[in-house]
Structures are given as C-alpha cells and as structure tokens.
C-alpha cells in the first residue's frame, strides 16, 4: 500500500504500527515506506523499526533495518 501522509501524522503511524505487532502481521507482511527524517521522533522511529521491512532514503538508497 502507498499512504503519504503515514509517518507524518505521528498518531497514525504508532496506532497502526502497534496494531501491526499485536495482529502478528509485522511479522509476516514486508513493506516500506517513504519519508523525511525531520518530523520524526523516537516514539515514531522506534515503532517503525519494529514493522517495516525496508526504509527508503531521500537519496533513494533502499535500506533495511
């Protein structure tokens, strides 16, 4: 799925990233996403190393955690 707003509306991206851990599908759906490193906070960044596969960089450099 493609969502551009996702990591830039902070309560939307942890709700869905818990909601990703407790349904076990973090687990078992590999995904990305894109976006910018500046509205970002820990709570953010930590619940989404814990469900994405892959981040990709403003540079295009495809990263895995």
Known sequence: FMDLSFPLV??????????????GLAEKVKWLTEL????????????LKRVLSFLLSASGLLVRW
Do not use: G, I, N
């Not at 902070?10 to 349904?23: D, I, P, Q, R």
């Not at 910018?36 to 619940?47: G, I, Q, S």
């Open 10 to 23: 902070k309560s939307h991206a942890v709700e869905f990233c818990k909601a990703m851990v407790e349904s």
């Open 36 to 47: 910018r490193v500046k509205p970002l906070d820990e709570e953010t960044v930590m619940w």
